[in-house]
């Protein structure tokens, strides 16, 4: 049987399944083998001691002692820390926008609920070990019965102990593997166990060989002292290909609308259902997950799940693809070498160290003395002796005594500073390597670096395993895909989920009652599902918390909301004991004082007292401005009066004055005419005097 990706089809045979199980299986060895070289190898370093095999044998063939101080493992470890205090937070709302909806809430109870089943904490803070230190991790979703006696069944999500018993279609390309066509783990099971579980004898087995020597993959392995058999858990896609319809009840198949004409005659008022072809319609694929359980060529179980997704979803760490293949990559990937020449270093300069206080000696060997107990001081110079016997003459063979050379004290060998700068070297490289901030600065003085300084260098430290967290909130998103769609199949009973509304008030939300929320309103395609990554890194909740206090001791406004509403929020960013209750008394508080007629804030009515205060006064200097400036007007009113009164005293004395002026030259006009008329008279001739005057000029005229 042959495997071709999304086109493939799956045969009953429970020997071409086998075959299909076993040729998925060495396909995926084949590509991944390396990978898992790496996670191992990575996780030995980080967690149990950097220094390999062959380093420690060198140094032990030269009289070393390996010393290992392993720096990387705490540098995981505080993340860990770090990031136990973020969960993933669910958003979830219904597709109408219908603001009195109440699936919001009710799905947030049902995740609650499922998370606590699950230990999603121990799950969380396992897959992202795995994730650090080895390079990828996976978490698989199921569905069990609530209790021995129940018939419903919940959904979980596991953390898989070894992910390097995982497998994945290669020809996947999301982060989180959920598009490729299968995925599979194998499953430890002791003899006893596998007999009693699938009534099978496993010694009657045939066990093929998985992909190539030296493959990570078995069907049987001794741990020592049984045989375990592995069980691979295979699940794959089938696909089948349907027409749906645009019909006034939804998008449906042919088979789903006669379902409902069928429901329809049943009760007694049928609605008139017409042909279902007249609607439009197109072409679509639908997807089962089947189940497959497989041991060398024994086909064991099979099923049809209620799963429509892929249920092992691969967390990725921070993996790079390099001509086609992908190389995952742990979160020390760069510092693994630098962190075991530092230990080979240590290892030396520790040698030395211990042999400063160890004598050499240097002694002829004809001083040597003759009994073995005058010899044990020189075997043994590390010891304390009271006595130290040696030949000072020897006999020469000519039968001449001469002196011997008296033992001499060689200095001990000095520690090489370049040893020490190498180390101290590989200590800033590490540090580089991996992003960090040092870690000792925490001890210092703040004379030498600030308290600012030090929450920057630990947000940095942080920001470096960013990517990190960006893959794994991609990753855990497809988780809660596969969440939401187990969510309507699981819970068709009738149930109660305790909720809390938009605004905080406690309350109840009936699941599949006789009226309300049924079990298909929580249909996927049905909601809108948003997940992220809540709370933030302690060094950050510490800038935030100290950002927060700040701005509030300047912003009335900002403090009195960190005193109400947004005192929840602020209580996040604590790292305290019983913060979960302390927030939830907050909860508590704000939603009292919502019942209840507020209160008087004495800050508040002593800022509301200063306001009014100031008011008053700015009143007052107004009304004292509005005074002054009448007062001015009424002086420039009086001013004007004056001005008039002047002018008009001055206007009366100007008229009297032209008055006195006009008599004055009237009068001198009318002596001026008077006395022209007397020159008048005195010239002007008589009439008897003009006449004779004219007869004289005559009388000179004719003579002439």
Excluded at 238 to 256: V, W
Excluded at 341 to 365: F, H, N, P, R, Y
Excluded at 626 to 634: K, S, V
Aim: glycine residues 6%.
């Amino acid at each position: 049987m042959t495997y071709s990706g999304a086109n493939s089809s799956y045969s009953d045979s429970d020997k071409e399944i086998t075959e299909l199980v076993n040729e998925c299986v060495s396909h995926w060895d084949e590509y991944w083998a390396d990978n898992v070289r790496s996670f191992k190898s990575s996780m030995k370093k980080n967690f149990e001691g950097p220094m390999s095999d062959s380093t420690k044998n060198n140094l032990k063939n030269d009289g070393i002692v390996p010393f290992e101080c392993n720096t990387l493992e705490p540098y995981i470890s505080r993340l860990l820390g770090d990031f136990s205090f973020s969960d993933m937070g669910v958003e979830v709302s219904a597709s109408d926008t219908d603001p009195t909806s109440q699936i919001p809430s009710l799905m947030t109870a049902i995740f609650k609920q499922i998370f606590y089943k699950s230990d999603s904490d121990t799950v969380q803070n396992q897959l992202f070990r795995n994730v650090l230190g080895g390079g990828y991790g996976v978490i698989r979703a199921r569905t069990e019965y609530v209790d021995e006696l129940s018939f419903s069944t919940q959904p979980r999500i596991e953390h898989a102990p070894d992910p390097t018993l995982c497998g994945f279609d290669p020809t996947a390309v999301l982060v989180h593997k959920g598009d490729g066509d299968y995925c599979f783990e194998f499953v430890p099971y002791t003899k006893d166990y596998f007999e009693d579980k699938f009534n099978v004898d496993p010694t009657r087995i045939s066990f093929p060989a998985i992909g190539n020597a030296g493959t990570e993959f078995a069907w049987r392995k001794n741990n020592g002292r049984d045989d375990v058999y592995y069980v691979c858990d295979f699940y794959c896609k089938k696909r089948k290909q349907a027409k749906i319809y645009r019909t006034p009840k939804g998008n449906l198949t042919a088979a789903q609308w006669n379902k409902l004409r069928e429901a329809s005659i049943g009760t007694g008022s049928p609605e008139v259902f017409v042909d279902i072809k007249t609607f439009p319609s197109r072409s679509t694929q639908f997807e089962k997950i089947y189940r497959y359980q497989v041991c060398g060529d024994k086909l064991l179980s099979e099923s049809v799940t209620d799963l429509d997704k892929l249920p092992l979803v691969f967390f990725d760490g921070n993996s790079v693809t390099i001509q086609g293949k992908q190389k995952i990559r742990s979160l020390t990937h760069n510092v693994q070498q630098a962190q075991e020449v530092k230990d080979v270093l240590w290892s030396k300069a520790t040698d030395l160290l211990m042999k400063q206080g160890e004598s050499k000696l240097i002694i002829a060997e004809e001083a040597m003395p003759t009994s073995e107990a005058s010899k044990l001081p020189w075997k043994n110079p590390q010891k304390s002796y009271s006595m130290y016997v040696y030949k000072a003459y020897k006999k020469e063979e000519s039968g001449q005594i001469m002196p011997v050379p008296p033992p001499n004290i060689l200095p001990p060998e000095p520690i090489s500073q370049e040893l020490l700068a190498a180390k101290s070297e590989a200590d800033q490289l590490i540090q580089l390597g991996l992003g960090s901030f040092d870690a000792q600065q925490g001890n210092i003085g703040p004379q030498v670096v600030s308290g600012k300084a030090i929450l920057a260098g630990a947000a940095q430290s942080n920001a470096a395993a960013k990517p990190y967290l960006i893959n794994f909130s991609s990753c855990f998103r497809q988780v809660i895909d596969i969440l939401v769609d187990l969510i309507p199949q699981c819970y068709k009973e009738l149930a109660q989920f305790d909720v809390k509304d938009n605004t905080g008030v406690d309350g109840v939300v009936t699941l599949n009652g006789p009226t309300g929320l049924q079990a298909n309103d929580l249909e996927p395609n049905k909601l809108n599902v948003y997940v992220s990554l809540n709370g933030s890194f302690e060094a950050q909740r510490a800038n935030a918390m100290q950002q927060l206090t700040q701005l509030s001791t300047t912003n009335a406004g900002l403090a009195q909301l960190l005193s109400g509403q947004g005192l929840p929020l602020l209580l996040q960013n604590l790292d305290v004991v019983g913060k979960s209750e302390l927030i939830s008394m907050a909860e508590q508080q704000i939603q009292q004082s919502q019942n209840q007629p507020p209160q008087p804030n004495p800050a508040m009515m002593a800022a509301q007292a200063k306001i009014m205060q100031q008011q008053t006064n700015a009143q007052k200097a107004h009304n004292d401005f509005m005074i002054d400036q009448g007062n001015l007007n009424i002086r420039q009113q009086e001013a004007n009066q004056d001005g008039y009164k002047i002018h008009g005293k001055v206007q009366t004395e100007l008229a009297n004055t032209n008055i006195n002026a006009a008599d004055t030259m009237h009068s001198a006009s009318t002596a001026i005419e008077h006395h022209n008329l007397e020159v008048q008279k005195l010239y002007t001739p008589t009439p008897d005097a003009k006449i004779g005057l004219e007869e004289s000029i005559m009388e000179n005229n004719s003579g002439e």
